[in-house]
């Protein structure tokens, strides 16, 4: 992680992590937005021979009632806003944990994916209650590469 003095943001680097999954070798793309410890959300991006789903994960960000909203470059309408649900919520140790998945030919999963190959950079923001918990930009520079697009 860098920090953008010009913007006053933090910078995350891509990370690629690779899973065994019936005993094949299958490809996770993690992306994360925010340190570990901190408010965060992590997309995991499954992409055995094709791209099935994306898992989004938050950690210390997010709670029944939450937007998540993910921006892509400079633009001002959301590739994604996500309002999460009670099902999606939960506490653990203490901590508000949120996790939804977008399948493969959902509309959420195209625009994501869409705004991971052709966009530069991205803006994740997690609002509670009209309440800024979360707001992080990261690089997508190199996502494309790994996603085989």
């Not at 705004?115 to 800024?132: E, I, L, P, Q, Y």
Request: with cysteine; charged share 20%; proline share 2%.
């Amino acid at each position: 992680m860098r920090f953008d003095s010009v913007r006053g943001v933090a910078v995350i680097t891509l990370c690629s992590v690779l899973t065994f999954s019936n005993n094949a070798l299958a490809a996770v793309v993690m992306l994360r937005a925010g340190d570990a410890g901190e408010p965060n959300v992590l997309f995991e991006i499954d992409k055995a021979k094709t791209t099935k789903q994306i898992v989004l994960k938050t950690e210390q960000a997010g709670v029944v009632g939450s937007v998540l909203e993910f921006f892509i470059d400079r633009n001002q309408k959301p590739v994604l806003h996500h309002l999460f649900s009670g099902d999606e919520c939960k506490f653990i140790e203490q901590q508000s944990r949120c996790e939804v998945s977008f399948a493969a030919g959902s509309p959420e999963f195209a625009a994501l994916v869409n705004g991971f190959v052709k966009g530069r950079s991205a803006k994740v923001t997690v609002a509670d209650a009209g309440v800024m918990k979360m707001d992080h930009a990261l690089s997508l520079k190199g996502v494309a590469r790994l996603l085989g697009r």
